[in-house]
């Protein structure tokens, strides 16, 4: 597997990013010929790489009423009990399709032998608890020793809707790959525990034209939603969020048309929703589906048979990478929950504490193994 560095350059602003990816067919249309420069480079045009990922989208009045029932649902939808069953046999069925993931530890890491586990996992209400004031959505200190311990063993990844440095200001461990910005937005570890010395980063910003975008709506999100008491508009940076967590339900539509007056402006910019909030994304095709495949790529597993990647979230965001590990046919998605949800994830856990319990789990497992190894 032979690995390259793609220089992803913009000729008006001098910008240029450099990524260390293996072969991609992601990027198998837009690359030039190889430089002859030293450390074999690869120069991608901005332009033909946004060309590449941009769908058209949009917004209409007609919307207004689509989206307040999304939001009244929640993410992801959950499954509707048929008239016939039970609230009981119907959670019943679900779990024999999502089996809880601690139960079936020893299914998934069976799955494991002879392959590399990935770790990838969300943040807010799978490392954290979902709390109303999205500023204090603290990881504890356990959590924090448990997702370490997983990294010193496991590659692992932070997959967030949130900014990149805002997650790693809660999480705090150097040596994570974070993907913020639901994926537009990721750098790979400073260090690691089997090289103290600062490696060279992965770096990725697919989306760096609407910055200046984002800005203008966060900005213009702060002043119209002001009205509405409890809404918060958080600027992620490549995209923007609205939280109506705290928001009196009868003033949803209110907030989704102050959200609609500002997007019908921008037509180059989409409107989706995680867990109470309204995201507002550059239309591009980037999700954290395909920032699930493009960091398997930087690692070295395009293509590759030898690698299980595990995806842990709760959010409708994180259906994109549950779909891309189903679609792939490997690895599982695990999706955190404590009721019947529709997803494309092959396991469930009701609440981080089961997560912290299964990194656990996973942990001593691997130490086992590796001392097994070495008795050999």
Request: one cysteine or more.
């Amino acid at each position: 597997m032979t690995k390259q560095n793609v220089v992803v350059s913009d000729v008006k602003s001098g910008l240029a990013i450099t990524v260390a990816v293996s072969n991609s067919s992601l990027f198998s249309s837009a690359v030039q010929k190889p430089l002859t420069t030293p450390g074999g480079y690869i120069t991608i045009s901005r332009s033909k790489l946004l060309k590449k990922l941009e769908e058209t989208g949009g917004v209409t009045e007609g919307r207004i009423n689509a989206w307040v029932e999304s939001m009244r649902a929640s993410s992801p939808t959950r499954i509707r009990p048929a008239v016939s069953l039970t609230p009981n046999r119907d959670e019943n069925s679900w779990m024999l399709k999502h089996p809880s993931a601690l139960n079936m530890f020893e299914e998934i890491t069976n799955a494991s032998k002879g392959k590399q586990i990935v770790m990838f996992l969300d943040y807010d209400g799978t490392l954290s608890p979902i709390v109303d004031d999205p500023d204090r959505a603290f990881m504890s200190e356990s959590m924090r020793r448990a997702v370490r311990d997983v990294a010193r063993y496991f590659p692992t990844a932070i997959v967030s809707g949130r900014c990149r440095d805002k997650v790693y200001s809660f999480v705090r461990l150097a040596e994570l790959y974070y993907a913020g910005s639901h994926g537009m937005d990721i750098k790979g570890p400073t260090k690691s525990y089997k090289n103290k010395k600062r490696n060279q980063p992965v770096l990725f910003q697919p989306a760096n034209e609407f910055l200046p975008m984002i800005d203008e709506v966060y900005k213009a999100l702060l002043e119209k939603t002001k009205s509405t008491p409890g809404a918060k508009v958080e600027n992620n940076r490549f995209c923007v969020s609205v939280h109506f967590r705290c928001v009196d339900e009868k003033s949803w539509t209110e907030l989704a048309e102050q959200v609609r007056s500002v997007l019908k402006e921008y037509p180059k910019l989409r409107l989706t929703q995680g867990r109470k909030v309204l995201e507002i994304r550059p239309t591009i095709k980037w999700d954290k589906g395909k920032a699930l495949e493009f960091l398997l790529e930087s690692l070295g597993f395009a293509n590759c048979n030898n690698v299980l990647p595990l995806y842990i979230g709760d959010d409708r965001t994180d259906e994109d990478a549950f779909k891309v590990l189903r679609d792939r046919g490997q690895g599982f998605g695990i999706l955190v929950s404590k009721v019947p949800k529709e997803t494309n994830a092959s396991y469930s856990l009701q609440e981080p504490s089961e997560v912290m319990d299964f990194l656990h789990r996973l942990v001593e497992w691997k130490r086992m193994s590796v001392r097994g190894h070495s008795r050999v």
